[in-house]
């Protein structure tokens, strides 16, 4: 007979000690600052018309007597109403009032953790952070994983062990997540970058799931980040504004 999943366990009250464990800054540099120019003045992370969150519906019922910057997200286009529609019953999907609003005590799981993913091997092991690589293009941080900081990263994975043991079908989610991963990348015939627990760069090779260390040569940045030219060029034609601080850290 095959084993029946575990119901999960978590409660919304669990929220209160993940967000304490969950507070650090991605980076030293104000990765919010580089994107914004390229996406109507707005964080690619804080805006529905590029990333959606999704969280449990339990942790919308910890947020809501907490602030009212979270709302139930309204889905505007058919790309939108899959990921609706695609959610398990116990997750919906919510929007904030935008960058300007920010709360940062009050941000999700999914906002304090973007753009990365729990990634965990063919033999369900998590040994890093991936990147949702649909947003390559758009965030500035994913061609500058070197520049994240490592306390960023443990807080990141202790975190992510907390959730899976309350609910272990979060845990299912990122396997079947990592595998999309690995099939994508191998037709990409690309190699995947990591992060390790650690925070050292790491490489996986797709088709074999084998990982090995990497180094920034590894990572090549992607257009429009791979040079400034490409990136004033990319923010005349979305219409933005160069940062007055250019490329700098904060």
Known sequence: MSKKPE????????????YAGFRSNISRFDCGRKCAPLNGGSPLCCSTQHAVPVVHKVEFEYLKPRTDIWTKFKPYDYATRQIVNELTSDCMAIECKGARFCERDNRTIACRGFPFYPYLTRQK???????????????????????????????????YESIFKLDPSEFTTYVDFS???????????????????????????PSTGNIR??????????????????????IKEAGGEYPKKGLRPE
């Open 7 to 18: 119901k999960a366990t978590i409660k919304a009250r669990d929220f209160a000690e993940l």
């Open 179 to 205: 595998a999309t991963a690995r099939r994508v990348y191998s037709r990409w015939k690309r190699e995947i970058p990591l992060l390790s627990r650690e925070g050292k760069l790491m490489i996986v090779e």
């Open 125 to 159: 092991e998590f040994v890093g952070l991936g990147t949702y690589w649909v947003f390559e293009d758009r965030c500035w941080m994913m061609s500058n994983i070197e520049l994240v900081d490592k306390k960023f990263v443990q807080e990141f994975v202790a975190t």
């Open 213 to 234: 260390p990497g180094t920034k040569k590894d990572y090549p940045k992607i257009t429009p980040f791979n040079s400034d030219k490409a990136y004033r060029a990319a």
